[in-house]
């Protein structure tokens, strides 16, 4: 994507991230309503798959009560790092011709962005901790805290970011094209939501749908960090997935550095 120095560009990040990691432990308060309010989701989500569980004598889908609440406490943290650049913004950055101050400066916007939410994961990680103590208590969730899981969970979990980013920037460049891709989002969204594991853990679909999950970057992004920490994966699986969640992050990237070159020869400022 570009051709900086990669020790400027370490310096970069690293401003970066501290931009994004003042900013939101600045607005401390706001940010610790935002992960309440993620809680309600994986709460409802476990409530429910904790019932059907123990109609079926205790287990559902290769779960048990104390896995299925510690795949979703692991769920809270992982959402976390999920979040990322929304594609819509791009929108509202070409519209209001704000993209050309980024085109005018040394280092790709792609850089600015992504070391900034890096930055902000940071905080909502420190303020996730005593929220991840409480429903620890609550719900005796079952972790194997084993240190090749704890340390290829550390992986797995930066590795899911840097894939969904890929995915929602790629998706952003649509707004070169058109500004009514709030359609093409939707469906990326629902698809999303059904073959990353947030809405259930796959083993919980059919077949069919798992098989699908398999050839898309969703499961990458989400279940799969999930997996590693509780203990659902032998090394080799762990470091398959690890490998897969590299090949998605260099494809995308590969198509990014495609479509933003065809993006920027068809831009055209406007705004104020």
């Not at 370490?10 to 931009?19: K, Q, T």
């Not at 992504?114 to 005593?130: D, V």
């Not at 590795?159 to 058109?178: D, E, K, Q, S």
């Amino acid at each position: 994507m570009t051709t900086e120095n990669p020790f400027s560009l370490l310096s970069y990040y690293r401003a970066g991230a501290r931009v994004g990691f003042q900013r939101d432990l600045q607005y401390r308060m706001a940010t610790f309503m935002v992960l309440v309010a993620f809680l309600f989701e994986p709460v409802v989500y476990l409530s429910v798959w904790t019932a059907v569980a123990r109609a079926q004598g205790g287990m559902v889908g290769g779960f048990d009560e104390g896995q299925l609440a510690a795949y979703y406490v692991v769920w809270t943290l992982v959402r976390i790092y999920n979040t990322a650049f929304d594609p819509k913004a791009w929108e509202w950055r070409i519209r209001d011709g704000r993209i050309n101050t980024f085109l005018s400066q040394p280092v790709h916007m792609f850089h600015r962005d992504f070391s900034f939410f890096m930055g902000s994961k940071i905080a909502w990680t420190l303020m996730w901790i005593p929220i991840a103590a409480v429903l620890t208590l609550i719900f005796r969730p079952s972790i194997a805290w084993h240190p090749v899981n704890v340390g290829l969970f550390l992986v797995a979990i930066w590795g899911g970011y840097a894939v969904r980013f890929l995915v929602l920037y790629v998706l952003g460049m649509i707004n070169f094209w058109t500004t009514r891709g709030s359609a093409i989002f939707g469906i990326v969204t629902a698809l999303e939501m059904i073959f990353s594991g947030r809405l259930v853990p796959l083993q919980l679909l059919p077949a069919w749908a798992q098989d699908a999950a398999a050839w898309m970057p969703f499961r990458w992004t989400f279940q799969f960090p999930i997996e590693v920490l509780i203990g659902r994966l032998d090394t080799a699986q762990m470091l398959a997935g690890v490998g897969y969640q590299a090949a998605w992050a260099l494809g995308l990237g590969l198509l990014f550095t495609v479509v933003w070159r065809a993006a920027i020869r068809r831009y055209e400022a406007v705004g104020n």
